[in-house]
């Protein structure tokens, strides 16, 4: 992978079997990865250069274009993702039709590949498929779930005794977070998958405080530090972070310990995390 890769809006495929290898820890190839996706209905992008004109020979924005892969006019995409997968392989279609993108409400067809003559593909030269970063990151979520899932089913999960000092905590982007107590790595989650835990208003449909104040808790090294003014209301947060985390390891199946973790220090006048809390590599 060249450098600035992770840095794009969108991946191409390899681009994206690199990375959610990554963050995954599963080795994917191309062809699996595009196939999981399909299967997943995870929406695909196309990337399209300047110079680049539809069907009708109006010029097109250069940039991302969303790659309609449903109903009728999805069927060239589908067929191009299908070429994507086994780029060696012909389409046997005779009548390639070039592929349908939209973009900000614009709908465009373009030209197939070789046009006007035989066409070999629904996608012009130059026209690249990909995901963008943000669904590439959240299809990694996903198949770490899987992954857990397809591994908890088989090996029952038997309750534990732990401490607060055992337990890390990964925020993975401004509402996702991983966990782990020990070597036991629980499920990635969202703040809206904690609602019962009480980190996610389901009236206002938002974070609550208790979240924000654990993403800026990851974000400053496990400690805060008050000011005079702040003091009560940084109190009533960490009673409340402190209550929350309890409920959710608890629905976990975990026997976390009576202790205090997050105590204040009247010397340094800070709260410090008794667990591990920081942000991903990925954190966004």
């Known amino acids: 992978m060249r450098p600035g890769v992770q840095f794009k809006s969108w991946w191409n495929k390899y681009e994206a079997t690199r990375q959610i290898s990554l963050m995954t820890g599963i080795s994917f190839v191309p062809d699996d990865l595009l196939s999981i996706a399909v299967d997943l209905a995870v929406p695909f992008v196309v990337d399209v250069p300047t110079g680049t004109k539809d069907s009708q020979g109006r010029a097109m924005k250069a940039g991302l274009w969303d790659l309609i892969t449903e109903g009728e006019d999805g069927e060239p995409g589908r067929s191009q993702i299908e070429y994507e997968m086994k780029p060696f392989a012909r389409l046997h279609d005779l009548n390639i039709t070039g592929a349908w993108v939209s973009r900000e409400g614009d709908r465009?067809?373009?030209?197939?590949?070789?046009?006007?003559?035989?066409?070999?593909?629904?996608?012009?030269?130059g026209v690249t498929v990909g995901l963008r970063r943000e669904v590439a990151k959240n299809l990694a979520v996903t198949l770490i779930k899987l992954a857990e899932k397809e591994v908890s089913s088989q090996t029952p999960v038997r309750p534990i005794r732990a401490e607060w000092k055992d337990l890390t905590i990964t925020v993975l982007s401004e509402r996702q977070v991983q966990m782990k107590i020990g070597d036991r790595m629980l499920p990635a989650c969202t703040c809206e998958e904690l609602q019962d835990a009480g980190f996610w208003d389901r009236h206002a449909k938002r974070p609550t405080k208790a979240w924000q104040t654990l993403v800026y808790l990851a974000q400053s090294d496990a400690t805060v530090a008050p000011s005079f003014e702040t003091r009560r209301y940084v109190e009533a947060r960490?009673?409340?972070?402190?209550?929350?985390?309890?409920?959710?390891?608890?629905?976990?199946g975990i026997d976390i310990s009576d202790a205090?973790?997050?105590?204040?220090?009247?010397?340094?006048?800070?709260?410090?995390a008794e667990f591990t809390i920081g942000v991903g590599p990925h954190f966004t």
């Open 238 to 252: 960490m009673g409340e972070i402190r209550k929350k985390l309890r409920a959710y390891l608890t629905s976990a």
């Open 108 to 125: 465009r067809q373009l030209r197939p590949e070789g046009y006007p003559y035989s066409s070999l593909r629904p996608l012009p030269d």
């Open 260 to 272: 205090n973790p997050l105590p204040y220090d009247r010397h340094t006048r800070t709260y410090t």
